[in-house]
């Protein structure tokens, strides 16, 4: 499956649809959006991953390099609208103790 990127600015905020799977794939294309992103001082990149439903360990390592360029230039990653299944995968690698993840899970059983 392939994944779409939509990105949108708003003033200091830029939004990052996605829609599909965040897989081996996919996972060049993504970092390639977004590492960009996080190099202007004082955005916040923000990644709506409500219809994504599926994603494997190099879709986690992508958020992980996209993290790291953050705190590198000054700009904050946050994750929202998560679907369950997804938000497993990042709670069961710990990763959401260092990340900025919105509460609102979606898809919950």
Excluded: W
């Excluded at 905020?13 to 294309?29: M, N, Q």
């Excluded at 001082?41 to 439903?53: F, H, K, P, S, Y």
Aim: aromatic share 4%.
């Amino acid at each position: 499956m392939n994944l779409t990127i939509d990105v949108t600015n708003r003033e200091n905020v830029i939004h990052v649809s996605l829609v599909g799977e965040v897989d081996a794939f996919t996972a060049p294309k993504l970092k390639e959006s977004l590492l960009p992103l996080t190099k202007e001082e004082g955005q916040t990149i923000e990644v709506d991953l409500q219809e994504v439903n599926y994603m494997d360990s190099t879709g986690l390592g992508v958020f992980i390099s996209t993290l790291k360029s953050t705190k590198e230039h000054n700009t904050e990653l946050k994750l929202i609208q998560m679907q369950d299944r997804v938000h497993r995968l990042f709670k069961i690698t710990g990763l959401t103790e260092i990340m900025n993840i919105d509460n609102t899970v979606r898809g919950g059983m």
